[in-house]
């Protein structure tokens, strides 16, 4: 209709998930992040929750793209099943054979297992992802428990994920479900993209679909945002009506009010949407049980239905107010202030909203490469050398981490060898604030120290070839080194330096690594090649890093 119009190769803003249009915030790395470590060797059990509209069944989509290596993958979308009917399902995405007539949970389990098994011997991993998790009953929940059983004595057999609205999350806090919640080893609530977020999303579809210009104006970005609560589904919704009613204008941008107007038509339409499938799920769950009594009860039904806004979904939540955070909030997305950090924090509180490695090395990626996507194979390091940056690893002190002035991964460790991971951002004198799945949290240096062996992995940006510039070396790293150093003694060099490292250079690099608190060697290795980073473009340091 209005694609031609506004020269674009198809309509951008179809609410259908379509991974050729994913915007990967933040948030939506972090989530993904999620998903890869529940694919992994030590996946376990995870849940992903978000309210409807953002982005959850694409995150899936996303991950399934991925073409794991070595991994199985049995996808349920309707997961309003019985018991058995559940176990069948999974024996048939997987391809498992069983008897159709007269088979029993114990014939489907058996069969399951003895897959399970099978793959496991050939090196393959099983993941079960289930949609709409929400909407499953207790009963068939237990049993997801009981197929946790299978397992090696070494690793569980099938790895589960649970994806739904956040009454999932409300779902599995039931007393009878404890034992299943307690099994679950990570946990994401997807949040809304910010208002930064969608203009960014708005932009990138219209590039994806072949324009490239500004037809939102600042105005309707902003009254997008506002009306959509930064949903996702919402924001194609309005975006939508938006081009349409631009279009009808004989206009080639969209403004404010054209977006307030959009938004006006659009929630109108998806409230009576909602009402309308709020009634007929209500229904479609009372067949199952009333069905003799449906005709009957119809019209007292639909009207309860309607008066009682509880028992009627939501499209998605009060406009311009955010979900609250489920157990794991999200991290909120850089912005230019000050990390709002909890009141300082103890050891055993930073154990507990540690997340896994994956999670965490998103969040950093994410940073320094928003538009990087995770490789498959968890390689992140080998894959970063396409973005110019480079990981380094390393054992060391406070005393490290504050002449590198990066932010960093630190590694944890329990009295039981287990490892656990947070990111450092800030670092001062006798604190540190850490992302963690509680946000950014603030911990005296000595509760911390009580848990970091000390390991800990930063990225980096060379500008150079070669990682070690000394006595030996000449050409153009040396004549690099020259102009950074005279730089950042606030000296900048003109003319021609010389590309031969000699007894002055060396003296050079002499007081800057000990202005710095680095070894003082006199040779440029990578830790005072990282520290000569300081105040380039796109290049982090601790005192940048914002919540």
């Known amino acids: 209709m209005y694609a031609e119009y506004f020269q674009l190769r198809e309509m951008p803003f179809t609410i259908s998930p379509d991974p050729a249009y994913l915007y990967m915030s933040q948030r939506h790395q972090e989530a993904l992040g999620h998903l890869l470590y529940g694919t992994g060797q030590y996946g376990g059990f995870v849940q992903l929750t978000g309210e409807v509209g953002t982005g959850k069944t694409t995150m899936i989509r996303t991950l399934l793209e991925q073409r794991l290596p070595d991994v199985d993958v049995a996808m ?20 498992i054979k069983y ?27 099983t993941v079960l992802i289930i949609d709409e998790a929400q909407n499953l009953q207790p009963e068939v929940l237990e049993q997801v428990r ?10 569980k057999l099938l790895r589960i994920m649970l994806v739904g609205q956040p009454e999932l999350s409300d779902l599995l806090a039931r007393p009878d479900l404890r034992q299943l919640a307690q099994r679950i080893t990570a946990r994401y609530h997807l949040m809304p993209l910010s208002e930064n977020e969608t203009a960014e999303y708005i932009r990138h579809r219209l590039r994806v679909a072949g324009n490239d210009q500004e037809i939102f104006l600042s105005t309707a970005l902003r009254e997008v945002h506002r009306h959509s609560g930064g949903v996702p589904r919402l924001i194609n919704i309005i975006c939508d009506r938006a081009l349409l009613g631009a279009y009808g204008s004989n206009s080639r941008i969209v403004i404010g009010d054209m977006a307030v ?23 479609s769950r009372m067949e199952i049980v009333f069905a003799p009594l449906a005709v009957i009860l119809t019209a007292l039904l639909a009207y309860q239905v309607v008066m009682d806004r509880r028992a009627a979904p939501e499209l998605a939540p009060p406009l311009g107010v955010t979900a609250p955070a489920v157990q794991a909030p999200a991290v909120q997305a850089p912005a230019p202030t000050t990390p709002v950090v909890a009141a300082t924090a103890s050891a055993p ?19 320094w490469a928003p538009a990087f996507h995770m490789p498959p194979d968890g390689n992140f390091c080998q894959g970063l050398r396409s973005e110019g940056l480079e990981c380094f690893k390393e054992r060391g002190r406070w005393s490290d981490l504050t002449a590198l002035n990066r932010p960093a991964i630190l590694t944890l460790q329990t009295s039981n060898s287990a490892e656990h991971h947070v990111l450092l951002r800030e670092l001062s004198a006798t604190h540190a604030t850490l992302d963690t799945a509680m946000g950014p949290q603030r911990y005296t240096r000595e509760e911390v120290e009580r848990l970091w062996n000390g390991e800990f992995l930063l990225l980096w940006r060379p500008e150079v070839s070669v990682k070690i510039i000394g006595p030996d070396s000449r050409g153009d790293a040396v004549v690099w080194l020259r102009r950074r150093l005279a730089t ?6 003109t003319g021609p330096l010389s590309a031969f490292f000699d007894k002055e250079l060396r003296a050079d690099v002499l007081r800057f690594q000990s202005a710095r608190g680095l070894e003082k060697s006199g040779t440029a290795r990578i830790r005072t090649l990282i520290a000569l980073g300081d105040n380039q473009p796109n290049t982090l340091v601790l005192a940048r890093i914002m919540p």
């Open 261 to 283: 107007k959009a938004a006006g038509e659009s929630m109108k339409i998806e409230t009576s949407r909602s009402r309308n499938n709020a009634i007929l799920d209500f229904f």
């Open 99 to 125: 008897p159709k007539r007269g088979t029993t949970m114990k014939v489907l389990v058996d069969a399951l297992n003895e897959h399970l098994l099978k793959t496991h011997a050939e090196g393959r991993r």
């Open 146 to 155: 009981l197929l946790t059983n299978l397992e090696t004595h070494k690793e």
């Open 76 to 95: 349920i979308h309707n997961p309003r099943q019985g018991e058995q009917e559940f176990v069948q399902t999974v024996c048939d995405e997987l391809g």
């Open 349 to 367: 509180q930073l154990l507990q909203a540690t997340q896994p490695l994956p999670v965490v090395m998103s969040r950093l990626i994410y940073l």
């Open 488 to 493: 950042l003694n606030g000296k900048p060099a």
